[in-house]
C-alpha cells in the first residue's frame, strides 16, 4: 500500500473514531452545538472516503486513454470535499435557527465537554500529520483533507467554549447561536475547498515561489544575442509541475551542442522543483519565425 493511501486510511479511521465521541457527546446533552460539530465529522468521513478512491485513481499509471496520467482525480476530491461542506452548513445553521425559535434545556454538559475535547485533540494531531504529508508528497488531496480536520478543531473549540459559556451562566439561547456561527464557518472554508480545486482543474499557474525558480534557472543561462528563452508557461496536476518553455540557440550550432544546454537547464529546474515534468522546444534565435508564437 502507498504512503499516501496509508494517510488516507488514517483519515478515514479518524473521522469514524470522532463521529463516535461527538455523538455521544450530543446524545449525553442534547446540544445543538454539539450535534453541529457531530454534523461536521460526517461529512469529514464522507470526505475521507472520497480521498481515498480519487488518491486511489490518482496513482494509476498513464494510459492510451490518459496520457498524462490520472493526477487531476485529487482536484474532484477537494471540490467534493467543499461540496459536502456546504451541505453540512446548510443542516446546521437550519438546525441552530430552528432551536433558536424553539429552545430546548440541555444537560450533562461536563461530560459532554469532556468528549468534545477529546476528538478536537485526535483530530488536531491527525489533521497536521495529513497537512504535513500533502505538503512533502504535494497531494492536494491530503492537503485538503488535512485542513478540513484542521478546521474541524476550530468548530470544536468554538462549540466547546460556547456550551461551556452555556453550562457556567445558563444561558440556553448561546448553544444555537453557537451551532449558527459553526455553520458560517465552514461555509467559509467550503468554498475555499472549492475555489482552489477549481484553479487546480482549470490549470492555474504554478505558485510565484516556483515560477521564480524557473525563471532564476533561465537567467543563469542567458547570454545576449546568444541564448535566450521565451513561451514559459507552467502548471500543476496533483503532485506533477509542468513547465513548457523555448530555447533560443544560434542557428549554426549542432543539435547536439543545442540538446546539450537543454539538458542541462532542464536538469537544474529538476533539482530546484522536483517531481517537474519539462518540455522544451529549441528554435534559432535569429529566425524571425522563433517569435511568431510568442503569446505570453
Not at 497531494?139 to 478543531?153: E, I, M, Q, Y
Not at 461551556?164 to 468554498?191: H, K, M, Q, R, S
Not at 532564476?216 to 545576449?224: E, I, K, N, T
Amino acid at each position: 500500500m502507498s504512503t499516501l493511501k496509508k494517510f488516507a486510511w488514517l483519515s478515514v479511521a479518524t473521522s469514524i473514531v470522532t463521529i463516535s465521541l461527538k455523538m455521544v457527546a450530543w446524545w449525553v446533552t442534547g446540544s445543538v452545538g454539539l450535534l453541529a460539530d457531530a454534523a461536521e465529522s460526517v461529512v469529514n468521513l464522507v470526505a475521507a472516503v472520497v480521498a481515498l478512491i480519487a488518491i486511489t485513481v490518482a496513482e494509476r499509471p498513464a494510459d492510451d486513454d490518459h496520457q498524462f496520467g490520472h493526477s487531476k482525480a485529487e482536484y474532484f476530491s477537494a471540490g467534493v470535499e467543499g461540496a459536502m461542506i456546504f451541505v453540512a452548513a446548510t443542516f446546521i445553521l437550519y438546525t441552530g435557527v430552528e432551536r433558536l425559535l424553539n429552545p430546548v434545556p440541555i444537560g450533562s454538559l461536563g461530560l459532554g465537554l469532556a468528549i468534545s475535547v477529546v476528538a478536537a485533540v485526535v483530530n488536531g494531531v491527525v489533521g497536521t500529520l495529513l497537512v504535513r504529508a500533502g505538503i512533502k508528497h504535494r497531494s492536494p488531496t491530503l492537503r485538503a483533507d488535512g485542513k478540513h480536520l484542521l478546521t474541524d478543531v476550530v468548530t470544536s473549540v468554538g462549540v466547546v467554549v460556547g456550551v461551556a459559556l452555556v453550562w457556567l451562566t445558563g444561558w440556553e439561547f448561546l448553544d444555537p447561536i453557537v451551532a449558527i456561527a459553526v455553520g458560517l464557518n465552514i461555509l467559509f472554508i467550503g468554498y475555499r475547498l472549492v475555489h482552489e480545486s477549481g484553479m487546480g482543474l482549470m490549470d492555474a499557474t504554478l505558485p510565484d515561489e516556483d515560477n521564480r525558480a524557473i525563471q532564476a534557472v533561465l537567467d543563469r543561462h542567458r547570454q545576449p544575442g546568444l541564448i535566450d528563452f521565451h513561451e514559459l508557461r507552467t502548471r500543476e496536476s496533483g503532485k506533477w509541475r509542468f513547465v513548457e518553455f523555448h530555447a533560443l540557440v544560434p542557428g549554426d550550432w549542432s543539435v547536439e551542442r543545442g540538446h546539450d544546454l537543454v539538458e542541462k537547464v532542464e536538469q537544474e529546474i529538476h533539482s530546484a522543483l522536483p517531481h517537474s515534468h519539462i518540455t522544451t522546444h529549441l528554435e534559432p534565435i535569429e529566425d524571425e519565425r522563433s517569435y511568431n508564437d510568442v503569446r505570453l
